[in-house]
């Protein structure tokens, strides 16, 4: 069982590029859900994913930034144009269930972003 | 709203001792809360949780307790070592709501 897998882990862009993050969660989870940290602070929810579809995308900036959880394949958290305040680590977490409680997320050891 | 913090609180505890870390959590409603630990370079790591209908959980070497009076939380790590050096997140979330809330963060450090 190898948790979560998040690449790249570290991933350095210009400024205006894009970049692409890739999360596979956990075998048997089919709920994926995105969190942002900036340095020395918490996890800030962006985004929660089923299989091709978008749940709660409340937490996601509305331009430049998307998500998607195709049928097949892993998620993908894609920032288009990229500003120096893109740079933070991003998580992805998996559950097999929705819902408080119920169960508890895996997080992934996260992908790295740097924007020159 | 919520202020940046440029720097964690830090806790530095003697190895062996006992550690309290403390967190307030904002929302009434959450019924449902979970303490992580995330070291360097790594993403969070499950701990323990708790429900609201209880006011104390035990784990091994980890205690959380819950007064939902004054909406507080802390974790008392008993014995501490050096590999639980790391920074601990208290998270909540209400029973329906997708998005697992964290709070700012305290820093462990374990002196040998």
């Known amino acids: 069982n190898a948790g979560v897998m998040q690449n790249p882990r570290h991933l350095v862009r210009r400024r205006g590029q894009e970049a692409r993050l890739r999360c596979s969660p956990m075998k048997g989870h089919s709920h994926v859900y995105w969190y942002r940290q900036l340095p020395e602070e918490g996890l800030k929810f962006m985004v929660y994913l089923q299989k091709e579809n978008i749940i709660d995308e409340s937490g996601m900036p509305k331009e430049r930034f998307s998500a998607e959880f195709p049928k097949e394949g892993p998620s993908i958290l894609r920032i288009q144009q990229v500003v120096r305040g893109d740079s933070a680590a991003y998580f992805c977490a998996s559950s097999p269930n929705r819902g408080s409680g119920a169960n508890v997320l895996t997080f992934g050891a996260g992908s790295r972003l740097t924007v020159l | 709203g919520e202020s940046v913090g440029l720097h964690l609180p830090t806790l530095s505890v003697q190895e062996g001792d006992n550690s309290i870390i403390n967190c307030a959590y904002s929302?009434?409603?959450?019924?449902?809360f979970i303490w992580y630990k995330q070291e360097s370079g790594k993403g969070p790591q499950f701990i323990i949780d708790?429900?609201?209908?209880?006011d104390k959980r035990q784990g091994q070497r980890v205690t959380v307790l819950l007064n939902k009076t004054v909406k507080h939380l802390s974790l008392q790590i008993a014995a501490t070592q050096p590999g639980d050096s790391a920074v601990y997140f208290c998270?909540?979330?209400?029973?329906?709501?997708?998005?697992?809330?964290f709070g700012k963060g305290n820093q462990v450090v374990v002196i040998p």
């Open positions: 708790i429900r609201s209908n209880m």
């Open positions: 929302n009434s409603a959450s019924d449902y």
């Open positions: 998270a909540e979330i209400s029973y329906g709501n997708n998005r697992l809330a």
